[in-house]
C-alpha cells in the first residue's frame, strides 16, 4: 500500500526517484505519493461497504488541495474544523451533504456561513453554540442538523496532546449531560437533532478505548427515544494511531470487527472522521543536510527543514523515521541529533539517532509526515514554507509553490508615520 520504497539504495516515491524532485523543486519539500493516499482511503472505505456510512476525511491532518481533490473525486466527504476548511472542500468537488462541521469554538459568522451552505451535519460542542446556532437558522429562515459532540469520559492511552474524550478536556457535552443537551435541542425551532459524535482522540493503538466510548455514547439512545428524539447518525471521530516507528496499530479490518456489530445494532447511519491513517503515511519531508558539526561529545546534522516545517517532534516529542534518500544506507551508523535551523534548541527532528552516515549535502528523507505536517507549518523565524509535491506514477507536479519572501511580507502594513 505504501509506495515510498528503496530500490538499489535510492528511494522512490512510486516510480519517481526523490533526489531527481529534489534537484528540481530544491528542499525542503513535502512529497505525497497519489496512489498511498488513495489507497489508505479505498482500504478505510472496504472494511465498511457492509453499512451505511460516509467517510468524512479531516481536513486539518491536510488540506492541500489536490490532495483534497484526490480523495473528494473518489467519493470521500470532509470533516471540517473551520469555515476555510468547509470552502476547501467544496472547492476540492465535495458535496455539502458530505461535509461534517467540527470544533469547539465556531464563530457566528462561520455559523452563517455553513449554514447557507446546506452541509450535512453541525457537529455541536455545547449549549451556547446549539442556541447560537438555533438563532443564526432562524434569521436565515432554515434548520440545522446537528449532532452532539458527547465527551464519553475514556481514556485513550495516547499523548496527553492528543487525548480528547477524557473527563477534563475541552471538548463536547459531558456525558452525564447529554441527555439535557439533547432536550434544549430538541425544544429549538430551527434545530433539527440527527445524531451523535465522539472523537476520543488521536493516535490511538487500542481498539477497546473505542469500543467503550462507542457503547457508552449507544447506551444514550434508548432514553432518548423515550424523550422522542431519533438518532439517525452515529459519528465515531478519528483517531486510529499509524506506524511511525514500530507501533502496532489496529488494522481497519480490526478496528472495522471490533465496532461494526455495534453500530449494525444501534441501527444508525455511520460517519468517520479520519484523518492521519489517510494522509500519514502517504507523505515524506525532504530535507538537505547543510552542516555536520561535533561539540563536546555530541554530532549534531543540521538540515535546511525545521520546527516551522514539521513541529510534531518539538511538540509531541513524536517519533519520525529518518533515512538517507540515497545510498548510503550501508554505511556505518552513528549517533547524531538531526536538527534544523531555527533558533530554538526545541528545534529538531531526532536526538540521540543512529543513523547512516550523512555528510553536508545529503537528502534525508522524514518519513510518515504527510498528517498534521505541513499543515501545522508556520514562518517563524521569518522562513518561507517548504513547497509540496505529488508523485503520481511516473510523473511529479508541484502543487504547493515554495514561499519566497515576498509572501512572508504580504499582508503587512507600514503606516505612515513610519515611512
Ligand atoms: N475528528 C475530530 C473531531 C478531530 O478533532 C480529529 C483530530 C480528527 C477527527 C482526526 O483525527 P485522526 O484520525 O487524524 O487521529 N496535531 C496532532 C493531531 C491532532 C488531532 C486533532 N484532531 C498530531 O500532529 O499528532
Known amino acids: 500500500m505504501n509506495k515510498f520504497n528503496y530500490k538499489n539504495g535510492n528511494l522512490f516515491?512510486?516510480?519517481?526517484?526523490?533526489?531527481?524532485?529534489?534537484g528540481s523543486v530544491g528542499t525542503p519539500f513535502y512529497l505525497y505519493s497519489y496512489y498511498t493516499?488513495?489507497?489508505?482511503?479505498?482500504?478505510?472505505?472496504?472494511?465498511?461497504?457492509?453499512?451505511?456510512h460516509i467517510t468524512c476525511y479531516a481536513y486539518k491532518a491536510n488540506s492541500n488541495l489536490s490532495l483534497c481533490r484526490i480523495l473528494a473525486g473518489d467519493g470521500c466527504g470532509?470533516?471540517?474544523?473551520?469555515?476555510?476548511?468547509?470552502?476547501?472542500a467544496l472547492e476540492a468537488g465535495v458535496p455539502p451533504g458530505k461535509i461534517v462541521f467540527n470544533g469547539n469554538g465556531k464563530t457566528e459568522n462561520e455559523l452563517e456561513n455553513a449554514v447557507r451552505a446546506g452541509i450535512l451535519m453541525f457537529i455541536v460542542d455545547s449549549e451556547p453554540e446549539l442556541k447560537l446556532l438555533d438563532r443564526v437558522s432562524r434569521r436565515l429562515n432554515r434548520k440545522a442538523r446537528v449532532a452532539l459532540r458527547i465527551n464519553p469520559a475514556i481514556n485513550p492511552k495516547t499523548h496527553k496532546h492528543l487525548a480528547t474524550g477524557l473527563k477534563e478536556s475541552k471538548f463536547g457535552f459531558a456525558f452525564n449531560r447529554a441527555l439535557a443537551g439533547y432536550k434544549l435541542a430538541a425544544s429549538l425551532k430551527n434545530i433539527e437533532v440527527k445524531?451523535?459524535?465522539?472523537?476520543?482522540?488521536?493516535?490511538?493503538?487500542?481498539?477497546?478505548?473505542?469500543?467503550?466510548?462507542?457503547?457508552?455514547?449507544?447506551?444514550?439512545?434508548?432514553?432518548?427515544k423515550k424523550?422522542?428524539?431519533?438518532?439517525?447518525y452515529i459519528d465515531v471521530g478519528g483517531g486510529i494511531g499509524i506506524t511511525y516507528q514500530d507501533e502496532t496499530p489496529p488494522t481497519f479490518k480490526e478496528y472495522a470487527d471490533a465496532i461494526t456489530p455495534l453500530l449494525k445494532k444501534?441501527?444508525?447511519?455511520?460517519?468517520?472522521?479520519?484523518?492521519?491513517?489517510?494522509?500519514?503515511?502517504?507523505?515524506?519531508?525532504?530535507?538537505?543536510?547543510?552542516?555536520?558539526?561535533?561539540?563536546?561529545?555530541?554530532?549534531?546534522v543540521v538540515v535546511d527543514a525545521g520546527m516551522g516545517d514539521l513541529i510534531r517532534p518539538s511538540f509531541y516529542d513524536a517519533y519520525h523515521e529518518i533515512k538517507p534518500v540515497n545510498g548510503s544506507s550501508n554505511s556505518k551508523r552513528i549517533k547524531v541529533d538531526v536538527?534544523?535551523?531555527v533558533c530554538e534548541s526545541g528545534d529538531y527532528f531526532a536526538?540521540?539517532?543512529?543513523?547512516?552516515?550523512?555528510?553536508?549535502?545529503?537528502?534525508?528523507?522524514?518519513?510518515?509526515?504527510?498528517?498534521?505536517?505541513?499543515?501545522?507549518?508556520?514562518?517563524?523565524?521569518?522562513?518561507?514554507?517548504?513547497?509540496?509535491?505529488l508523485v503520481k506514477g511516473s510523473n511529479f507536479y508541484i502543487i504547493r509553490k515554495r514561499e519566497v519572501y515576498r509572501d512572508l511580507g504580504r499582508n503587512e502594513v507600514v503606516p505612515g508615520i513610519l515611512t
Open 78 to 88: 470532509a470533516d471540517a474544523v473551520s469555515w476555510g476548511e468547509i470552502r476547501r
Open 227 to 232: 424523550s422522542g428524539i431519533n438518532i439517525e
Open 351 to 389: 536526538r540521540s539517532r543512529m543513523i547512516a552516515g550523512v555528510k553536508e549535502g545529503d537528502l534525508l528523507a522524514v518519513f510518515s509526515a504527510g498528517a498534521y505536517g505541513f499543515a501545522m507549518s508556520s514562518n517563524y523565524n521569518f522562513r518561507p514554507r517548504a513547497a509540496e509535491v
Open 13 to 22: 516515491c512510486e516510480n519517481v526517484p526523490v533526489k531527481d524532485i529534489a
Open 339 to 341: 536538527v534544523g535551523p
Open 266 to 300: 444501534a441501527g444508525c447511519r455511520v460517519i468517520f472522521e479520519p484523518g492521519r491513517v489517510i494522509a500519514g503515511n502517504a507523505g515524506i519531508l525532504v530535507t538537505g543536510v547543510t552542516h555536520v558539526k561535533s561539540t563536546v561529545g555530541k554530532r549534531f
Open 195 to 224: 445524531g451523535m459524535h465522539m472523537h476520543i482522540g488521536s493516535q490511538i493503538l487500542e481498539i477497546a478505548p473505542f469500543v467503550s466510548a462507542l457503547k457508552k455514547l449507544i447506551s444514550l439512545i434508548p432514553s432518548l
Open 37 to 52: 493516499l488513495l489507497n489508505h482511503y479505498r482500504a478505510f472505505e472496504g472494511v465498511f461497504s457492509g453499512i451505511p
